[in-house]
């Protein structure tokens, strides 16, 4: 198992430390982790986000355990330079179309969430989000108006095929429960060829319960009444921030994890790339207060899709319910507990 672990930036290398000790204390038979520089660390050791070495230990990898990129120092860098580019280029050079970010209440957690228990209770949702198209791919660019003004534009579209490949992924994660597809085809075409490609796909799933819902409405939804959805499938924009929204209504971003994957297999799975859903967080960068819960869940994501270990898998995501439930909590969600207490609960527990 050829693990290669892309701490990145900010809470990046803090959260991801905790992950690769959880894995150490499974004991695990053959596993090799292998480090490697990205984001604003590697620009600035490197001159560029995603340098070729990287790129070439994640291609080697059977997965990629992936922390967080995002520097304040480099906003102001050319796009093609700036750290997020390099999460951005990981997904389009590996393939890795799908991303999976499953939002969970515990039971007996709901008190973690700001909704209502009895509104926050039964949530458990998978928002399937497209990953390498959208307007994140298009072309894009800055120009000067008629009237001399700067004006920046952005491409989005969607190909059929690109449509289906999700939505088949989508349908066979369903397995029978409902599927809703989010888009915003009362205004635009881009998703008019999404649902109509996502209805059609549709065909070859029977069993499959299926209905469409604008975006806004779904935001409003996650919010309202959570517990209607089970898989979310959407485009990579609207699938960013529905997943924001949905970490929230469970408690906290530093709980969601996250896999992609693409159509690469491994010998026991898929190839991914983990990583949890939230950012570098430099407002808490360096202090040891990072939840590590996210990037933990996302290991546990990596043993269960890439190397078939269900059963490790499991004893994590238990693990992590019972620290939560015992109430080691971080400061996202109230708590006292630092990063590395929130490790060692979590290894106590496994
Ligand atoms: P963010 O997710 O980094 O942080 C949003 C808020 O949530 C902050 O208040 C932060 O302190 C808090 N937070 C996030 N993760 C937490 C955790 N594990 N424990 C406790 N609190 C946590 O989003 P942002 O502030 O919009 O972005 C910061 C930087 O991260 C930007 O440069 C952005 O581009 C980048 N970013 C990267 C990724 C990624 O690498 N996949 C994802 C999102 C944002
Ligand atoms: C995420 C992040 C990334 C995205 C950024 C950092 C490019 O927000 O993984 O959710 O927009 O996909
Ligand atoms: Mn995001």
């Avoid at 604008?214 to 935001?219: E, K, L, M, P, S």
Wanted: charged share 25%; glycine share 10%; aromatic share 6%.
């Amino acid at each position: 198992m050829k693990v290669a672990v892309l701490p990145g930036d900010g809470i990046g290398g803090e959260v991801t430390r905790e992950a690769v000790r959880v894995l150490e204390a499974l004991d695990l038979p053959r596993v090799t982790l292998f480090e490697g520089d990205v984001g604003g660390i590697a620009y600035k050791r490197h001159g560029h986000p995603l340098p070729e070495e990287t790129l070439v230990m994640a291609r080697e990898a059977d997965a990629v355990l992936f922390g967080a990129v995002g520097d304040p120092d480099c906003d102001d860098l050319d796009r093609a330079l700036r750290p997020e580019q390099a999460i951005l280029g990981l997904r389009r050079e590996l393939g890795l179309f799908a991303n999976l970010r499953p939002a969970r209440v515990f039971e007996g957690l709901e008190h973690l969430s700001p909704l209502k228990p009895e509104i926050a209770r039964g949530i458990d949702l998978l928002i399937v989000r497209e990953l390498t198209g959208d307007v994140y791919f298009g072309e894009k660019g800055t120009r000067t108006t008629d009237r001399g003004e700067p004006e920046g534009w952005d491409m989005m579209s969607y190909s059929a095929p690109e449509v289906q490949r999700i939505a088949r992924l989508a349908f066979t994660a369903a397995a029978g429960r409902r599927l809703t597809s989010v888009d915003k085809a009362n205004v635009l075409e881009t998703s008019q060829v999404w649902r109509d490609t996502v209805i059609a796909a549709s065909a070859d799933y029977p069993v499959a319960a299926l209905d469409h819902m604008y975006v806004d409405n779904a935001a409003m939804q996650l919010i309202a009444d959570p517990s209607r959805f089970d898989v979310i499938l959407t485009g990579n924009l609207f699938g960013d921030i529905l997943s924001d929204l949905a970490s929230a209504a469970v408690g906290s971003i530093g709980l969601l994890p996250s896999a992609s994957l693409g159509e690469r297999t491994t010998p026991h799975g898929t190839f991914g790339l983990y990583e949890p859903i939230h950012g570098s967080a430099p407002d808490i960068a360096g202090q040891g207060r990072a939840n590590p819960m996210a990037t933990i869940l996302s290991a546990a994501m990596m043993l269960r899709h890439s190397f078939g270990r269900e059963d490790d898998a499991a004893r994590i995501e238990t693990a992590v319910a019972r620290a939560l439930s015992d109430g080691v909590l971080g400061g996202d969600l109230g708590g006292e507990h630092g990063t590395q207490a929130i490790g060692e609960a979590v290894r106590e527990r496994l």
